[in-house]
């Protein structure tokens, strides 16, 4: 038997969780399938959590400002603003400074600070630092809070998720005038006008399951953690602070600090802990920031997850040209927490035929058409 409805969506972690939810408020009934046993279980479960606007891409500036002012009323978010510090190095600095121009004309309440401004805020070497940009209403959410508090909200309005609902199998039964997705499921088959890929870092392996192409890779980052801090500096609070000519970045998280560095190398699907890479990461910390020598490494506490990238580490958001239906909420690069309150409305407004409150068009997929499949803008800051 197959189990028919409005809308499909394809994946239960934030992002799947959001667009559910906005669909469903919308009134289409919407089944939500999800390959693992619980939803926000991978990506969004592993999260870092923050949540920022200081972006260079105008897009990205808009759709987390956007979610911000959702997370910030949504009580299971548990949104904290402690702050993004951005330490920059000359080289890097007129980059970053047409970034602070571009977050003030969009109304962004971002400072620029010197060196010895952002030091009394995180202490750090400052010698080859040409300035500093902080934003004290950027900060970090419950990821999973706030997906299931999405999936409440769908389920309020129909939606029906189903775990342990692998996708085997995809078919395009429907015609351009009238679209028809058929999903064949370890849980049963599914069909539907509307499909929504929000598979995360499996985007592209399932857009390939029924031929289409979504230029989306996984990649394993880790975040590490620190073993509890004692004594005086135990209860301070570190803004989520990021050293930019190396992309080390770290934050507080109760007496514990959270830390790491992105390896360009890690794409794929690997697993577990990459512990070698400590051994990169750690001297890259303590030259910025010397006190973190200080701190012993909980290695239990330590974990890692996946970010979905896409060439121009910009998501995929919009109608998939020439498969009338299937629409992409993918490759977020590790924004997807920070953006996905603003892609659940535009992705309904998309489905349902409206202009998004936010222009998405710089995401859609046909940016990669072009020669080498190459976008032609690049967000530039990527933690």
Known sequence: MITRCDALVVGAGIIGAACARRLAEAGLSVTVLEREAAPATQSTGRSAAGIRVQFSEAVNIRLSAASLAEYRELPEAAYRPIGYLFYVPAVQWPTHLAGLALQH??????????????????????????????????????????????????????????????????????????????????????????????????????????????????????????????????????PLTVDVGTGFWFRSEGPRILFGLSN?????????????????????????????????????????????????????????????????????????VQQAAAIGRVVAQQVEGQTPFIDVSSLAIERFDGPGGAASQRESLIV
């Open 264 to 336: 360009p190398d890690d794409t794929g699907f690997g697993e577990g802990i990459d512990w070698p890479w400590l051994e990169t990461v750690y001297p890259i910390a303590v030259d910025r920031f010397p006190w973190l020598e200080t701190l012993d490494l909980d290695r239990k506490a330590s974990w890692w997850g996946y970010y979905e990238v896409t060439p121009d580490h910009q998501p995929v958001v919009g109608p998939m040209p020439g498969a009338p239906g299937w629409f992409n909420a993918c490759g977020f690069s590790g924004h997807g």
């Open 105 to 238: 004309s969009l109304g962004m309440p971002v400072e620029q600070l010197s060196g010895e401004q952002a030091s009394a805020i995180v202490p750090a070497r400052i010698d080859d630092i040409a300035g500093a940009t902080w934003c004290a209403t950027d900060g970090v959410i419950d990821p999973h809070g706030a997906a299931m508090a999405f999936l409440a909200g769908a389920r309020r309005h129909g939606a029906v998720l189903k775990t342990g609902a692998g996708v085997e199998r995809i078919a395009n039964a429907g015609s351009a005038a009238a679209p028809r997705w058929q999903l064949g499921t370890t849980a049963g088959d599914f069909e539907a006008p509307v499909l929504i890929n929000c598979t995360g870092a499996w985007a592209g392996r399932f857009a390939a399951l029924t031929g289409l192409r979504v230029p989306v890779d996984a990649a394993r980052r880790i975040v590490f953690a620190t073993g509890p801090r004692t004594g005086t500096d135990s209860q301070r609070s570190y």
